[in-house]
T-cell receptor
């Protein structure tokens, strides 16, 4: 799976959009971008994933650049409950066999009142 | 649909003891993976079970073992506990565990070894 690079920390004002970047310059054609978040001492929570088109669900939007070398997770109206570590993971979606998730250090997002 | 559940949520043991942690996957999910999270090493993969068989294993000593039952529930066991085994143990389930599946995590079991 391709390596990802994320800023170690970010702040966001409550009510504003939080834009979390992820660089995955070595991503290959069959690798998807996944986002999870982990609120302190809880299990990681799946947020969203995508291949090349922009994706949106009830939690967030995922914007993937045309060359697929980077992506941005957008939380449209951040609340204090969005304070968490956000992990960007790139992994293949096809082929035989099971897989394991490889988590990096992620981005610690602090939502400020 | 209920999420992944893990029991117990907190556990305190002493060195040399053994411990068993339990995980119930999301209904209909047949693959269960276990991860260990520590401040120093982050999240590390332990093993994955599907149809009562261990299909994938991470780089952990043999003191760490697991099993899966016919109803897809899984247990992991750590024998001869060491101080360094203090960690958050996470269980994740997915439909069949193949690369196209998404893993969903439970709340974790916080193990403290004294």
């Amino acid at each position: 799976d391709a390596k990802t690079t994320q800023p170690p920390s970010m702040d966001c004002a409550e009510g504003r959009a939080a834009n979390l970047p992820c660089n995955h310059s070595t991503i290959s054609g069959n690798e998807y971008v996944y986002w999870y978040r982990q609120i302190h001492s809880q299990g990681p929570q799946y947020i969203i994933h995508g291949l090349k088109n922009n994706e949106t669900n009830e939690m967030a939007s995922l914007i993937i650049t045309e060359d697929r070398k980077s992506s941005t997770l957008i939380l449209p109206h951040a609340t204090l409950r969005d304070t968490a570590v956000y992990y960007c993971i790139v992994r293949v979606h096809s082929g035989a066999g099971s897989y394991q998730l490889t988590f990096g250090k992620g981005t610690k997002l602090s939502v400020i009142p | 649909k209920a999420g992944v559940t893990q029991t117990p949520r907190y556990l305190i043991k002493t060195r040399g003891q053994q411990v068993t942690l339990s995980c119930s996957p999301i209904s209909g999910h047949r693959s269960v993976s276990w991860y260990q999270q520590t401040p120093g090493q982050g999240l590390q993969f332990l093993f994955e079970y599907f149809s009562e068989t261990q299909r994938n294993k991470g780089n952990f000593p043999g003191r760490f073992s697991g099993r899966q039952f016919s109803n897809s529930r899984s247990e992991m066991n750590v024998s001869t506990l060491e101080l360094g085994d203090s960690a958050l143990y996470l269980c994740a389930s997915s439909l069949v565990g193949l690369k196209g599946d998404t893993q969903y995590f439970g709340p974790g079991t916080r193990l403290t070894v004294l």
